[in-house]
């Protein structure tokens, strides 16, 4: 088990969830510091799985059902609320005088 879920598994619950910064004092530092750290909990979930949430405190292993969905209903908004941005963004892109774009490229 990587030192990062080592940690996160301590912290059962969203109740006890762990900032990033207390988890690189935890670690000792780590490479490329609290970006680094989000890299490496994103690649323990997509890639091996693991079953760890986020909120406003921090990163935690879930306890319940109800924790799980209510990080599945964030992570929707949050997909949602991305996808309406990139809607604004393409029309507004679509408004740019030429010249403009060609400044942008």
């Known amino acids: 088990m990587s ?3 080592d940690i996160i598994w301590r912290h059962q619950g969203k109740h006890s969830a762990i900032t990033a910064d ?7 530092g780590w490479p490329r510091g609290a970006r680094g750290l989000r890299e490496e909990i ?6 091996r799985g693991e079953l760890i949430a986020a909120c406003g405190n921090g990163y935690y292993i879930p306890t319940t059902m109800d924790e799980i969905n209510e990080y599945e209903e964030i992570l929707a ?8 941005r990139r809607q604004a963004l393409d029309r507004a892109k679509g408004q740019l005088p030429p010249s403009q774009v060609r400044m942008c490229f």
Do not use: Q, V, Y
């Open 3 to 5: 030192a990062i879920l």
């Open 22 to 28: 207390k988890m690189l004092e935890a670690l000792g």
């Open 42 to 47: 994103k690649t323990l979930i997509e890639e």
């Open 77 to 84: 908004k949050r997909a949602k609320s991305i996808f309406i």
